[in-house]
T-cell receptor, first 109, second 116 residues
Framework: GQQVMQIPQYQHVQEGEDFTTYCNSS?????IQWYKQRPGGHPVFLIQ?????EVKKQKRLTFQFGEAKKNSSLHITATQTTDVGTYFC?????????FGAGTTVTVRA | KAGVTQTPRYLIKTRGQQVTLSCSPI?????VSWYQQTPGQGLQFLFE???????NKGNFPGRFSGRQFSNSRSEMNVSTLELGDSALYLC???????????????FGPGTRLTVT
């Protein structure tokens, strides 16, 4: 089963609004990775967080790694139609990379 | 650098047949992982190869197998296909000197397998 849980499963956002997706692990992670998969595409690496409490920004995307290194979040400001897709978090477990179920984002223009 | 390539992109097979999928990693990447993606189960890890050795395996039946060649190219094989094997099969490469989860994965476009 999945070791990493993501919520919400679906996020319907009005263009211009902000939203956040969350990722939770039952165990401490050495790092967490985020990927984006556009409809009909393949997962594309966005970022890796390693340090406790780390915050990284990519333009309108802000990624955070929790202090206990058990949770992470992705916050998108001023959502655009280009943000459509599924966002996955992934963490290492037992020498494998376990992906969350993903948050599928749709945008209303 | 060229990205990860996978062939074929689409495949239709009949139950009971077998299939072989191919993956060419990014030049210099020695780790190749395979994933099965379905709407219901998400991204499920199949196995990882590093320097021609299977380093890790997911919870899939023995019908799923793979190998890696000396040039890091990898193949996966599914024998005795079942309807439930219909999925997008993704391979990903990484530098992978250490454990799989330590490195960012670069995914190929996938092979869409349909079993009828």
């Amino acid at each position: 089963g999945q070791q990493v849980m993501q919520i919400p499963q679906y996020q319907h956002v009005q263009e211009g609004e902000d939203f956040t997706t969350y990722c939770n692990s039952s165990t401490t992670l050495s790092n967490i990775q985020w990927y984006k998969q556009r409809p009909g595409g393949h997962p594309v690496f966005l970022i890796q967080l390693v340090k406790s409490g780390e915050v990284k920004k990519q333009k309108r995307l802000t990624f955070q790694f929790g202090e206990a290194k058990k949770n992470s979040s992705l916050h998108i400001t001023a959502t655009q139609t280009t943000d459509v897709g599924t966002y996955f978090c992934a963490g290492p477990y037992d020498y494998k990379l376990s992906f969350g179920a993903g948050t599928t984002v749709t945008v209303r223009a | 650098k060229a990205g990860v390539t996978q062939t074929p992109r689409y495949l239709i097979k009949t139950r009971g047949q077998q299939v072989t999928l191919s993956c060419s990693p990014i030049s210099g990447h020695r780790s190749v992982s395979w994933y099965q993606q379905t709407p219901g189960q998400g991204l499920q890890f199949l196995f990882e190869y590093f320097s021609e050795t299977q380093r890790n395996k997911g919870n899939f039946p023995g019908r799923f197998s793979g190998r890696q060649f000396s040039n890091s190219r990898s193949e996966m094989n599914v024998s005795t296909l079942e309807l439930g094997d219909s999925a997008l099969y993704l391979c990903a490469s990484s530098l992978g000197r250490g454990p799989l989860g330590d490195y960012e994965q670069y995914f190929g476009p996938g092979t869409r397998l349909t079993v009828t």
